[in-house]
Structure formats: structure tokens, C-alpha cells
């Protein structure tokens, strides 16, 4: 691959086929057989009238897990044009992301914009949040967890391995050693508001946690990416600070928290990995808090109804 041609992309449908690359990029693009190991396709209907005519084709396919399927397509050299071309080609049902091919070349891919609604095997990473504390229905995760197994029990399994007080440093560290026998393809990250929290009294120095979050994402997404995994990133909630006070020596506000979601949202977006907003569910709604922090059972209803409807 030379300097002029950086990315490389695998396709396994329309992009392939000369005519469309001679359609969008001008000309045939230099490409090689690949396969994709741990994904299958499944058809995806297209509306979109500049796709069909230059497809020729009103259904396209998408990738999907599946354990012990293989894909086969082929590997595009492109230049930074190009790919800006493909992404426009590519209707809003796709979204670009990174995959680890068969060869162990990493590659972007076209994968179905929402993460979950693909997924088979999620291993949930996060904090006191994620775990369920203060609801005794097991939090947002179990009932995650029970839907998905649910819809296919022979193929989907959760594993929620969210520990109280992590933050995501703590999770970045300790997620490596966790995978492999869990054979994840997606890894759903709920942390960060610890890494918000400021310590009591306020002059105390503090080591501010939010300066680190770009790096505890970078070593989380290529831990998932070793494992041919979907990184997901679920932002913070909404916090009541008027009745998060003292916690334990920490002092956990709002603005904290809306400087950790753009530091988070902003960082996924500029890396594109999945970001899921879990801000908007519990805005403003300190019922729905145990303390201005830990959502009740009511909350963490909320919580899932809304990732719920971001998996249709």
C-alpha cells in the first residue's frame, strides 16, 4: 500500500463491481481477496435512488455475527477521495468501522449503524452504573442481557463484567485479560463519570480524570479490535448535583459530567466508534435518582426503553 493509497477497505457487495468504483471514483481501484472471519450477511432493502442506479440493485447486503462464518470479499486501496466517496455512497443504514481481516490486516468495513442490532456476543465493561447498584432487577445491563438472549438463546450471551468505582483507566487495564473466553463481538463501555468526580475539599489538587479519557478509549478500542470486536461507548447520565453532595469524598456535578460526554461523543466521532448518548433519558428527572447519581429501578427502565429504541 503505498503512501497515495492509505485505506484499505473491505467490501463484500455492491463495491466490488468496476462499474460502480469507475462510477464513484472515476476508475477501478486496485483491490486483492479478503475474507472476514466471525460475520455473515443478511439483505438490507435500499430507498436510496443514486445507490440503485449505480448498483443497478435495490437490496444490498449487511454484515451480522455469527461465530464460525466467514465473509468473502475483496480488499479496496484507496485514496483519502475515494473512501470520502464510498462514505457517501453508503447509505445511513451503514456506518464505517474498523475490522480485523482473516490475514490480520486491519480494515475499515461498512457494518450496520446500529451496533447492538448486529451483535451476538456483548461483554458489558463499566462501573457501579453499568453493574446495577441500587436496582435489584440487575440495572440497564440485565434487562439488556434478557432481551438479547432472548431473541436468539442458542447464539447471544451478555456478559456484564462492570465492577462499582471503576473508572475507565481501572476499565481499560483490567478488560484485556477478560475477553478471550468470552469470545466478544462487541464490547459496550459504561464508565467515565468516576473520572469526572472531584475530590473534597475542592482546593485539594486533583488528578483531573477527564484528561485521560482519550487514552483509556484508544487502549480500549484496540483491545476490542484484537478480538475482531465492535467497541461501543455508552456516554454518562444526567446527575442531580443539587443531592450528589459529599460522595464519599468526591464531589460529582453536572458541568463535570457534560465536559466527560463531549470529551467522550468527540473522541468516538474523530475515531469512528459508536457512541450511544444515555444523557437525554433521565434529564432533568431526579426521581428517577437513588442519590443524583445511581439510577432507581424506574431509571434504569428508562435507561434500557432507550437503548432499546437505538437497537431497532
Sequence with gaps: MTASRPHALFSFGTLRDERVQTALFGRPVPSSPASLAGYTTRPLPITDQAVIAASGLDVHLTLERKIGAVVEGAVLRLTDQELAAADAYEVDDYARRRVLLSSGESAWAYLDAKPLRSAARIVIVGDSIAYGRCDPRGGWAARLAAAHIAGNEAEHRVFNLAIPGSTLTDVSEQTPALLAPRLPDTVLVAAGINDSALPL?????????????????????????????????????????????????LRFTRARALALREC?????????????????????????????????????????????????
Design 201 to 249: 475539599p475542592a482546593s485539594q489538587a486533583p488528578r483531573d480524570g477527564l484528561a485521560q479519557v482519550a487514552d483509556s478509549l484508544g487502549s480500549l478500542a484496540a483491545t476490542a479490535l484484537s478480538h475482531n470486536a465492535r467497541l461501543v461507548v455508552a456516554g454518562p447520565l444526567w446527575v442531580d448535583e443539587e443531592r450528589t453532595g459529599d460522595y464519599e469524598g
Design 264 to 312: 467522550m461523543q468527540s473522541w468516538c466521532d474523530a475515531n469512528h466508534v459508536d457512541y450511544l448518548d444515555m444523557w437525554e433519558p433521565l434529564r432533568g428527572n431526579p426521581d428517577l435518582f437513588v442519590d443524583g447519581l445511581h439510577p432507581t429501578s424506574e431509571g434504569h427502565q428508562a435507561l434500557y426503553r432507550h437503548l432499546e429504541a437505538l437497537s431497532r
